[in-house]
């Protein structure tokens, strides 16, 4: 009898480690927001061949589906409006419930310290940010730090609701992103998913065989050198910080990094790859807005910083749905992390705002360098989001004009018609235009919504 006994009770022992419990990477968890009125994924592991049910609480609609050989599962469920809280349910041998669930607005934020900086950093006002931080309709996930060599399956981590002591350890640049957002999408929940690391180079947050099929951004990258505070070596947060949560479905990405690739003069490139190669894991192609690092003082080279800053703005024309916000009017120069992250973020959510929700028509960029036209000694600059241009000090002594041969002096400049016309005693017949072209200039042009004018380059 005994041994009878002993057999049944090995025989459930065998059986149910045969019978693996479903399981859910952890992007998926309690009081997690999903994307409204989309298509979204969702998936996990069980035994091969092991019959999935998922019901969705807001219709109660039963989908269904079979592990494959490889123990993994997905499904792909209809969601509806804003709103919630929801459960979802989701069984095969055993079952799993979420709770708390919200259908709103989700979006990825990464990058490097920028991106990163909280309320506990000593960002400006932010113990009283943080005070008034209670707001369960925005939900914040944060990818823990770590680096592996192949893509993983899953990251630590969970979805928590806003409160002083959440938001006070989470992106400021997100949470103000999120909170703007509400101002206008009212009863929309919004989702914020912080992934970053300070430091950091863009090359780590793609996949390495990106950099390296890739000749300019191999030679680029081989300059990285190792730092103590984080990683150098491509795709290597891109496996453990990006590619688990990749399909996990959002409305877009906001990004602040560039600071730890200044001295690159193919940052364009290297972000386009980046944006590129992500919206081909997430088979999604979404809004990517990002901020153009702040002027500070950097080094030796007097050139290294605006160089980057310069080659953000042009990958606003190289690649599509992507959005740039100047900050130069609100940085500390000899400050690399600027401590004012509520426009920052306001910024962020008014481009947003305006190109993805249409809910805002005012102008929400700053002037952008659109061309020049050259009559005799004389050049006309045109600018894109340029209705009503000034100068903060009256005049402005940062555009610098060149001939043929490159060498670059101060130009004259004055406004007629929302054009800067500029001329220099010391070229008969200019070629080349700068502007705010220097690592700690912050711009003196500006347009009738008080924002300031990108550097830039005509070369």
């Not at 989700?106 to 991106?115: A, I, K």
């Not at 050198?225 to 990749?246: K, T």
């Not at 050049?379 to 060498?407: I, M, P, R």
Request: aromatic content about 12%; some cysteine; proline content about 5%.
């Amino acid at each position: 009898m005994k041994n009878n006994i002993y057999k049944f009770v090995f025989f459930l022992l065998i059986s149910s480690t045969m019978m693996a419990n479903v399981s859910l990477p952890n992007i998926f968890s309690d009081n997690m927001v999903l994307q409204r009125n989309s298509e979204v994924k969702i998936w996990g592991w069980a035994n091969p061949k092991e019959e999935i049910k998922l019901v969705s609480g807001w219709n109660n609609q039963e989908y269904k589906t079979v592990a494959n050989n490889q123990a993994k599962w997905e499904l792909t469920i209809k969601t509806p409006e804003a709103g919630g809280p929801f459960t979802i349910s989701i069984k095969g041998y055993n079952e799993v419930v979420l709770k708390n669930i919200l259908i709103g607005e989700v979006w990825l934020c990464s990058g490097q310290s920028n991106m990163e900086m909280s309320v506990s950093w000593g960002i400006d006002d932010g113990e009283e940010e943080a005070k008034n931080a209670t707001n369960p309709n925005i939900r914040f996930f944060t990818v823990p730090k770590l680096t592996a060599e192949n893509p993983q399956n899953n990251l630590l981590g969970n979805w928590t609701e806003s409160t002083p002591e959440t938001m006070k350890y989470f992106s400021a640049v997100g949470y103000f992103f999120a909170k703007r957002l509400r101002e206008d999408l009212k009863n929309v929940p919004i989702g914020l998913i912080s992934s970053n690391w300070g430091g950091t180079p863009a090359e780590i947050w793609m996949p390495a065989e990106v950099v390296n099929n890739d000749p300019i951004l191999l030679e680029n990258a081989k300059k990285l050198n190792e730092q103590e505070y984080g990683p150098r070596q491509p795709g290597r947060a891109y496996n453990a910080m990006i590619y688990p949560i990749a399909g996990f479905k959002i409305a877009g990405t906001l990004w602040y990094q560039g600071e730890s690739n200044v001295g690159s003069l193919v940052y364009d490139k290297t972000l386009g790859a980046l944006i590129t190669s992500w919206r081909k894991e997430w088979k999604d192609d979404f809004p990517f807005y990002y901020v153009q690092i702040a002027p500070f003082k950097t080094g030796t080279n007097n050139f290294s910083n605006v160089t980057v800053r310069d080659s953000q703005r042009k990958l606003l024309k190289e690649v599509s749905k992507t959005g740039m916000v100047v900050i130069s009017d609100i940085s500390d120069t000899i400050d690399i992390h600027p401590k004012n992250k509520k426009s920052v973020g306001i910024r962020l959510a008014n481009l947003a705002l305006a190109e993805n929700y249409k809910t805002n028509s005012n102008l929400v960029n700053g002037p952008l360098f659109k061309s020049i036209k050259i009559d005799k000694n004389k050049v006309t600059v045109s600018f894109d989001y340029g209705d009503g241009l000034y100068f903060k000090d009256k005049k402005s002594n940062q555009f610098e004009v060149a001939g043929a041969d490159g060498v670059f002096y101060p130009a004259e400049a004055s406004i007629k018609n929302n054009e800067v016309i500029l001329t220099s005693k010391k070229v008969a017949s200019p070629a080349k235009v700068r502007f705010a072209w220097g690592n700690t200039v912050q711009s003196d042009l500006f347009n009738k919504v008080n924002l300031p004018a990108s550097c830039f380059t005509t070369e």
